[in-house]
């Protein structure tokens, strides 16, 4: 146990957030507990992560959600491992929940130069009717950046993506985001990626302007005896168009290839994306749990075959490095178990002291310093070698010659 590396979990405590600040103890070894110096309360080691306040072991939780993660049905699992159906449901929410806090926290930054993005979604059959799961791609890296599930196909689902692929890119980069023919995207794109223009001297709303590298490619499908795809572009130059495939690699044409391979991922290991199955998805937050929890697997735990790098200096290591998404966009720099992304503790923003409004209350409000209505005739020189007087000043009496 090292206390150095573990943070007060307390929101109300100054220590919240501050590892290695030395303010956290530790309680008990045999039960595996911290306390704090600060507020003086105690805390499990595994609280912040999938194993807080579970009684089974955490080795068996962790295969449990592996092979969830790979695509193995909940009935295998019961079938396998003797467990009720409600509790590896229970367990793949816990994960995913977990899963979407380590992504915001670890990608969802603001720190990215993604170059090239592409987006999609996938028709989802829900107990109740059709949901939609959008989803968009780092093509460099492969680093799956995020999405969301809605109910309806409408623009909400469309800003909502693209927020989040906004909070993982750096201002002032070049991007080109592609496509398909959804008629929402293109506006949709254009407010997100929008910044303040400052007002000289003028008073009012600032005006908002699109980013200056940003591009829209569009692929536009549609099927006359065999599936014919036209490309557009929406917004930007051809010149920008072209750079930014050239240095993200996505090939010489706009194209949503790398996005739809991801598709196919997800529908492999999450069975309510299926198509012609009788699963269907019966609640929209196991949806979104399962979807999270399979995307930062293939981020952080996943090697991708393209991302790989030969290794010609050590013989005694395998011939090819394998690495993550996370890897390749610099998030990380080894290869994740799925042990070490379900006990990954996310720090929470440092504490701020509340803000005062109003006066103070008259029981604490500083007194202002007056100076005294009367000067001392005696030279400085002279009370200094005479010392401290022997009496007592009165403010009441202050005027009162001595």
Not at 66 to 82: D, E, H, Q, S
Request: positive net charge; proline residues 6%; charged residues 25%.
């Amino acid at each position: 146990m090292d206390p150095h590396s573990v943070f007060c979990p307390n929101p109300d405590c100054s220590a919240s957030g501050r590892i290695g600040s030395g303010k956290i103890g530790v309680h008990s070894r045999k039960h595996r507990r911290y306390r704090c110096r600060v507020c003086g309360k105690t805390f499990s080691a595994s609280r912040g992560t999938v194993y807080f306040r579970l009684r089974t072991p955490s080795g068996r939780v962790t295969l449990v959600i592996t092979l969830l993660a790979y695509g193995c049905p909940i009935r295998a699992i019961v079938r396998a491992f003797g467990l009720e159906a409600r509790t590896v449901a229970a367990w793949r929410d816990r994960a995913g929940a977990h899963c979407q806090r380590v992504h915001q926290a670890r990608v969802a930054r603001g720190a990215l130069d993604l170059e090239h993005v592409q987006a999609d979604e996938i028709r989802v059959r829900v107990c109740d009717g059709i949901a939609w799961l959008a989803s968009a791609l780092m093509v460099r890296t492969r680093l799956w950046l995020g999405g969301v599930v809605g109910l309806q196909r409408e623009r909400a689902l469309a800003r909502s993506l693209l927020q989040q692929v906004r909070a993982c890119a750096r201002a002032g980069r070049a991007l080109l985001l592609c496509v398909d023919g959804w008629h929402v995207y293109p506006a949709a794109i254009r407010w997100a990626f929008r910044e303040k223009l400052p007002r000289a001297g003028r008073t009012g709303r600032c005006r908002l302007q699109v980013w200056e590298g940003l591009a829209i490619g569009r692929v536009i499908k549609h099927i006359r005896g065999v599936w014919v795809g036209k490309e557009e572009i929406v917004h930007g130059t051809s010149a920008l168009v072209g750079q930014q495939l050239f240095v993200s690699q996505g090939g010489v044409r706009i194209n949503t290839a790398f996005i739809e391979r991801l598709n196919a991922t997800f529908r492999e290991r999450l069975a309510v994306l299926t198509r012609r199955c009788r699963h269907a998805a019966r609640r929209s937050e196991a949806l979104q749990a399962g979807m999270y929890l399979i995307g930062t697997v293939y981020n952080f735990c996943t090697g991708h075959h393209a991302l790989r790098r030969p290794n010609f200096d050590n013989p005694a290591r395998p011939r090819w490095q394998e690495r993550t998404p996370a890897m390749a966009s610099g998030l990380t720099d080894h290869v994740w178990t799925v042990a070490e992304l379900l006990s990954c503790k996310v720090v929470p923003p440092l504490r701020a002291p509340p803000k005062r409004r109003g006066r103070p209350p008259k029981g604490k409000r500083a007194l202002p310093l007056r100076t005294l209505p009367w000067r001392c005739p005696c030279p400085p020189a002279i009370l200094r070698a005479a010392g401290p007087p022997a009496f007592e000043i009165v403010p009441h009496l202050a005027a009162t010659t001595v």
